[in-house]
């Protein structure tokens, strides 16, 4: 697997964004996706994971409500849709691949960060 994040972009408090997760390497649909988040002088987070099959959805405390995540192993690809930004996502947000959901440490494929950053 081999993923290609895009979509970040520079917004608004309130505003919104759709980040894609690619996959060149056509394996996509035999691993969990997550995404994750580094802000500034912070360490890394998750914010949210999808199944294989995408039945089972695990969201961070700080995005449920607010953040959707969703894949289409048809076309190999993942997305994170974040409603009402507020400065405090502003962070490089990563996707992942990993063979069990719940669990971060087997997230082993990474792709490149793409930059969000929320204005007040």
């Known amino acids: 697997v081999q993923l290609q994040a895009s979509g970040g972009g520079l917004v608004q408090a309130g505003e919104s964004l759709t980040l894609s997760c690619r996959d060149t390497?056509?394996?996509?649909?035999?691993?969990?996706v997550g995404w994750f988040r580094q802000g500034p002088g912070k360490e890394r987070e998750r914010v949210a994971a999808i199944s294989r099959s995408g039945n089972n959805l695990i969201y961070a405390d700080f995005v449920k409500g607010r953040f959707t995540i969703s894949r289409d192993n048809a076309v190999n690809m993942g997305f994170l849709q974040m409603n009402d930004l507020q400065p405090e996502d502003t962070a490089v947000y990563y996707c992942?691949?990993?063979?069990?959901?719940?669990?971060?440490?087997?997230?082993?494929?990474w792709g490149q960060g793409t930059q969000v950053t929320v204005s007040s």
């Open positions: 992942a691949a990993g063979l069990i959901t719940h669990s971060i440490e087997s997230y082993k494929f």
């Open positions: 390497g056509n394996t996509f649909s035999l691993y969990a």
